[in-house]
DNA sequence: CGGACAGTTGAACTAGCTCAACCATAGTGG
DNA sequence: CCACTATGGTTGAGCTAGTTCAACTGTCCG
């Protein structure tokens, strides 16, 4: 249950052969629900776990000193949010679940048994790493560079095209139950403006959200809008078929 | 002399046992210098080899479509800047010669070889890369929710931190052959700020910044001033040696 | 001597912040 | 069933950090 969920993931982000597939799901571990705002790993803690995203909401958050919090990514089912306790001594971040969540826990002893045994199970987790530091790295392009509606409109696509990428996608919305103050702590805004900025980008009609729900009603040119480009994301269909 | 500037990459980054380290020396690869400004690798291409900088100094940068860019990170001699390319098929940013500097390609065939042979090495490689992921996201932190100020402070610590940490630091001051543009592009701020934000700090006394190069006088109140924790970098010393 | 590049300064402007209300909704306990 | 509370969304008004634009200075180099 818990391999084929990895297995899963693994095919998102690249080719698995049927022998290493055969490998991943025989991967055990441990289910685990989460409540609502519980940590699932903690800053400073050294994990002896890798986490798997079966179902729910997850972010990536660190705390400043003057109590200030920065959002360094969303997690949506299927992600593998906490890989790089694998090798990291500690925690530089936490990881806790927005909305009423289930994860898988893999020891990361069975992890490298598998890595042992299948090199090319282990280049394609790494894979998964990279193609998370490339996200980390688009955030700061984001909010270092982008207006306050461009921004949004940007980390907007993002979520519509990873959750289309992961078959989350229902007509042209999708999940995504933030309250405007997560909105603002990810995108270095104040809940104030993330208001303003949201009502406008309401009005131009390409997009909305309400009811911690994402709709989407012109990809194309909101992604303009946002100087949106999925090629960060290293989606293994490429984004041709992303802008259907 | 390439495999022996690798062993010392990894010893910053981990243990290397006498066997592995043994085995990296044997890394043979190609010494290429590069000119002020040449691109090593480009953002879309996809290189064969991985980068290891033996002198001088680069960048990680990205370039947005109105011609703005925003710069990634920053490397000094020591620094894998382009590991990622082992496993992504294509680079999302571009790294470029700040100086006139000397790099070491490496590559992929020799590196997966070597990891085949080596599963520690491997592992080193991967942490290199995921600490490196960390360091992304200290900076979208620092240029999401720091003052001008506060976030110049911040990147300041952190070059001397990580120049001190290489051996690099005479005195009080290392190396740091970036213009006022460059640091711009570094913390999303414009030119002009980033020369009156410098003036101010430059009259705390705490630190300069000048032809190039970086001084430190009090780095205990510039940490505290920038809110800066070096736990990010996961150095192997831990960093009770770092504020000395 | 001239031209390019980096740093510096001034003045006007604006995006986003701050503070302080107020409103809507949903859950909770009596 | 209603009053109470907590949480999240909305609005207004004044403020400030950082931008923009445009000029000027210094320095290195051919």
Redesign the pocket.
Known sequence: MIGEALAKHLCRVGELTREDRQAVLGVKGEVRPVRRHEDIVKTGSSPTFSVLLLRGFLQRYGSRRDGSRQIHSFYIAGDAPSLESIHLDRMDSSICAIVSSEVALIPHGELLALFAQRPAVEALVWRSSLSQSSLFREWLTRNSR??????MAHLFCEMYVRSKAAGLVDQNSCDMP???????DA?????????????SL?ETGLVD????RLYVHDLRKLANFGDFDPQYLHLRNGQAAVFS
């Not at 995108?187 to 009502?199: A, C, D, E, K, M």
């Open positions: 982008l207006p306050a509606d461009g921004a933030l309250t405007q103050e997560m909105l603002a995108l270095g805004l104040t809940g104030v403006h993330v208001n303003r900025t949201l009502q309401r959200h309400k009811a911690g």
